[in-house]
């Protein structure tokens, strides 16, 4: 049998099974490695046995051997495990675990009346018939997700429902006649779920709490997407009191206390419709022939103190959600876009990482803390690329050094492991009413990698200096990236193989540099495109958590996010904890910093899921607009009824189904290709093909095409 490359949580699990089967016996790493079958390095495996010593899981036997505790050993497996609910469109669901290395299915009869990001307690037990080898019961809702909803009313003799439609499931929530005088059949309400009747199947019964009359308009659908994803299109009152006595008055004695970088070239670069500035770049050249080079970010901590009303709601929300035509801010605007945002010509608070470079753009030293900017000019990035591309323009030798710099560390990056591809964003053009006139892939170049490269160097020596100041570890939140799934990875790599593409999966580095190949096909075969996404699925979420396990496909063994806390509470935190700790030591609770890393990163999900249903929505608005005009576009996946096709200039996805064709298809059992019965003729993924619109439905999301000879 094939030896293996485990994650660091599948890796935990299966050295604690081991353990916990042969109770009796004492292993040493080399012991754990011969009988698991393992490409983990011997120092891996030490490293996690000496874990579980610490968490008293094992104990020391025989010099090198370790054995599993008495305590341990009397303990009985728990009969059930906390989760996150992530449901599928059928009504079944998935539970993300983190006491578990694999996500539980839960069969849609098991279900309860659990919702999508539901906390709840469930049991789980292995099933050798259904498709997942690890099925589950739902016993418990803990903590709902969300407990408002937008959706279209209909009235009844004796009740009234809401009807739901979301981009995962659909359901009803009843509603008494008595709390539904005001509102008509087809009205669009905003209601909440007060309670759930019947013992049998629990049903949801709510209130109306808004109604936004027959408005069937884009702008109200946005707002469904927000609400039913569990973000508030506006922010409670005591909030918006809270921020209005603010002031961005620069006072003699906070400037005292910071380091000042007015008189220091300092510049923004953002989208050219940006609005919250949260990062700067300064550039001085020092007396010694070094650089030296700061990331400013807005200095939200300033503002947003601890225990008051707008921290409260900026931790609820924990990040900013950007749909297609607007934003949903953490902040309130009064501090979003005015009080931190680091418009040019004004004086701004900030929190600073300054970094010297020498003439060969090594760090020579690092500073971090409060600081007070001036910004010289405000870049969109489409200028800042023009003026490197025209190799002339304003402050282009600042520009251009700052590029080399950004370069240098992006090549030792890569060399280091890093995985160069992200999902593929799409960029909508929007007239003056807000109506699409274009769609078309997000192209990054040097000017946006410019400044992420830099904002990579701040947050990884964040991560750095917390990590390794003398002392106890200080708690602290890292983002953390784990390996990809070796199943995931095995089924990848087969699919690939089948288009052609080889992926090297015996090392974590092989891995990435597969994946790092497939980017460089896919910039010249669009077809290989469709494998983009797919590998992408085969990798773990990145997280916020306590505990720090490197991130994977960054290629960093400490990372952490700093540099946006007008968007994302994460870097609020961030802020905080390195401030304490700058100048002395301050420890916060850890199980408390650890459940907010989970909040947090279970309203990133939201937002991710919020942003995705935007963009899905978008376009199939735009490509209603060309109902009956051809596209180019290529085969992405097969279904018993059709293929999808991608377009290959708005991305948008419809579907042409067999019936629609000359003759009749059969579907290849690896869903990869199908043959015409009588031509012989194969379609498959990949094929670069013609196709005319046929229809758009906007309330499913759903595209028709047919395929044009």
Not at 261 to 275: H, L, Q, S
Not at 296 to 312: E, N, Q, W, Y
Not at 503 to 524: G, R, V
Request: aromatic share 10%; with cysteine.
């Amino acid at each position: 049998m094939k030896s293996v490359y485990l994650p660091k949580g599948l890796l935990e699990y299966k050295i604690r099974k081991l353990f916990k089967e042969q109770a009796s016996k004492q292993f040493s790493s080399e012991d754990v490695i011969r009988i698991l079958n393992l490409e983990n390095t011997p120092d891996q495996v030490e490293n996690c046995l000496q874990r579980f010593v610490k968490h008293g899981f094992l104990s020391t036997g025989k010099p090198g051997k370790y054995v599993i505790t008495r305590q341990e050993r009397s303990k009985k497996k728990p009969k059930y495990f906390e989760g996150t609910v992530d449901m599928t469109r059928t009504g079944s669901a998935y539970i993300l675990c983190d006491a578990l290395p694999f996500d539980v299915h839960i069969p849609r009869k098991y279900m309860a009346n659990a919702l999508d990001g539901d906390t709840v307690r469930f049991e789980h037990f292995y099933s050798g018939k259904s498709r997942s080898k690890h099925d589950g019961k739902i016993i418990e809702v803990i903590k709902r997700a969300n407990s408002q909803f937008m959706g279209v009313v209909n009235k009844y003799k004796s009740y009234a429902t809401v009807f739901v439609d979301r981009a995962k499931n659909e359901f009803e929530i009843f509603i008494d006649l008595k709390n539904a005088k005001d509102v008509k059949t087809r009205d669009k309400v905003v209601v909440e779920i007060t309670e759930w009747r019947g013992e049998q199947k629990s049903i949801p019964w709510g209130k109306i709490v808004q109604s936004f009359g027959q408005d069937e308009s884009s702008d109200m659908e946005m707002n469904a997407i927000l609400v039913n994803n569990g973000f508030k299109i506006e922010f409670p009152g005591e909030v918006i009191s809270e921020a209005a006595v603010l002031t961005g008055e620069i006072l003699g004695e906070e400037v005292a206390k910071r380091r000042d970088f007015r008189d220091v070239f300092t510049i923004t670069i953002d989208p050219f419709n940006a609005r919250d500035f949260d990062d700067a770049l300064s550039l001085k050249h020092l007396d010694n022939g070094h650089l030296e080079i700061g990331v400013h970010i807005a200095d939200v901590t300033h503002f947003v103190k601890p225990g008051t009303a707008l921290d409260k709601e900026a931790f609820e929300r924990s990040t900013s959600v950007y749909l297609v035509d607007r934003v949903c801010p953490m902040l309130p605007e009064k501090l979003s876009n005015e009080l931190c945002s680091l418009r040019p010509n004004e004086d701004k608070y900030c929190f600073s990482a300054v970094f010297e470079f020498d003439q060969k753009f090594n760090i020579q030293s690092e500073w971090f803390g409060k600081t007070i900017i001036h910004s010289d000019r405000r870049f969109t990035y489409e200028e800042v690329q023009e003026i490197l591309d025209q190799g002339h323009g304003e402050f282009y030798e600042q520009l251009e050094l700052l590029n080399r710099v950004a370069k240098k560390m992006r090549e030792e990056k890569m060399q280091n492991g890093a995985i160069a591809f992200e999902s593929e964003e799409v960029e909508f053009e929007l007239d003056s009413d807000g109506s699409i006139i274009g769609v078309h892939p997000k192209i990054r170049k040097d000017a946006h990698m410019l400044v992420e490269d830099f904002m990579l160097l701040a947050n990884k020596k964040v991560a750095w200096y917390i990590s390794k100041r003398p002392g106890a570890l200080v708690p602290f939140v890292y983002r953390v990236h784990d390996l990809p799934d070796p199943d995931k990875l095995t089924d990848f790599a087969e699919f690939a193989r089948e288009m052609g593409v080889s992926i090297f999966l015996d090392t974590p580095k092989q891995i990435a540099a597969s994946f790092n190949q497939l980017n460089e096909l896919a910039q010249q075969n669009e077809a290989l495109k469709i494998l983009e996404p797919m590998a992408l699925r085969t990798m773990a979420k990145a997280v916020y958590s306590t505990e720090n396990i490197g991130h994977y496909g960054l290629s960093f063994s400490h990372y952490a996010h700093f540099t946006s806390p007008i968007r994302r509470y994460a870097d609020v935190l961030v802020h905080r904890i390195l401030q304490d700790n700058l100048g002395g030591e301050k420890r916060l609770d850890k199980a408390k910093l650890e459940a907010q890393c989970l909040h947090i990163s279970s309203q990133e999900r939201k937002a991710t899921e919020a942003e995705r249903a935007s963009v899905k929505y978008k376009q199939v608005e735009f490509i209603f607009g060309h109902i009956g005009e051809e596209f180019d576009g290529y085969i992405s996946g097969f279904i018993e009824r059709g293929f999808f096709v991608i377009l290959s200039e708005s991305r948008v996805e419809g579907l042409v189904g067999f019936d629609s064709l000359d003759e009749d298809y059969s579907l290849d059992p690896s869903k990869l290709k199908a043959r015409g019965r009588h031509s012989g003729i194969i379609r498959k993924m990949g094929d670069q093909v013609r196709v005319r619109i046929v229809d758009a439905d906007l309330d499913r999301r759903l595209v028709d095409m047919e395929l044009v000879e």
